[in-house]
T-cell receptor
């Protein structure tokens, strides 16, 4: 079974631009979560989508947004990029079964975003 | 989710068992212990998780103390490819939302 895929793997943007990152979950997984990883802040939760609805959100400004499509694929968007947005953006998917401990998150390889 | 404490770094000789400790003294009864690892600049890799019983899979063993205040991840025969940052996460499974809170982890260096 194919793992979580993220595109693009690397991206260079300039301040003020916007960017869209894509994530395809493992087949059958219904939940997609996004994380940001920086050397200073470590791995931080951005948001989670389930059935095309955002059901959990981390402490990030409104410039960070996302969506999920009916096939569970997800995109995240960052508008008005700042230098501090340079990071590894990670997507994770899970089955999202209810009342089960098997809701393990599996991560993709990440998208390395550099803002100049 | 409860907070975890891990040593910042550990060394292990190749072929020996690597025992990575994690303290989670404020864990509640329905919180699970999860372990992930991250090899340089890759996405975190799921290793194992457990509630109160010891668990073993093809990658590792997880030993949780009886009072559940601490746990140990055991890599039975460490190889150079096990060099990574290992994260211990205590997670309340709510069934309605998925979120992992990562700490700073333990940087395991496996040497020849």
């Amino acid at each position: 079974k194919a793992g979580v895929t993220q595109t693009p793997r690397y991206l260079i943007k300039t301040r003020g631009q916007q960017v869209t990152l894509s994530c395809s979950p493992i087949s059958g997984h219904r939940s997609v979560s996004w994380y940001q990883q920086t050397p200073g802040q470590g791995l931080q939760f951005l948001f989670e989508y389930f059935s095309e609805t955002q059901r959990n959100k981390g402490n990030f400004p409104g410039r960070f947004s996302g969506r999920q499509f009916s096939n569970s694929r997800s995109e995240m968007n960052v508008s008005t990029l700042e230098l501090g947005d340079s990071a590894l953006y990670l997507c994770a998917s899970s089955l999202a079964l209810t009342a089960s401990s098997t809701d393990t998150q599996y991560f993709g390889p990440g998208t390395r975003l550099t803002v100049l | 989710d409860a907070k975890t404490t891990q040593p910042p770094s550990m060394d292990c000789a190749e072929g020996r068992a690597a025992n990575l400790p994690c303290n989670h003294s404020t864990i509640s009864g329905n919180e699970y212990v999860y372990w992930y690892r991250q090899i340089h600049s890759q996405g975190p890799q799921y290793i194992i998780h457990g509630l109160k019983n010891n668990e073993t899979n093809e990658m590792a063993s997880l030993i949780i103390t009886e009072d559940r205040k601490s746990s140990t991840l055991i890599l039975p025969h460490a190889t150079l490819r096990d060099t990574a940052v290992y994260y211990c996460i205590v997670r309340l499974y709510t069934g309605t939302a998925s979120k992992l809170t990562f700490g700073t982890g333990t940087r395991l260096q496996v040497t020849l």
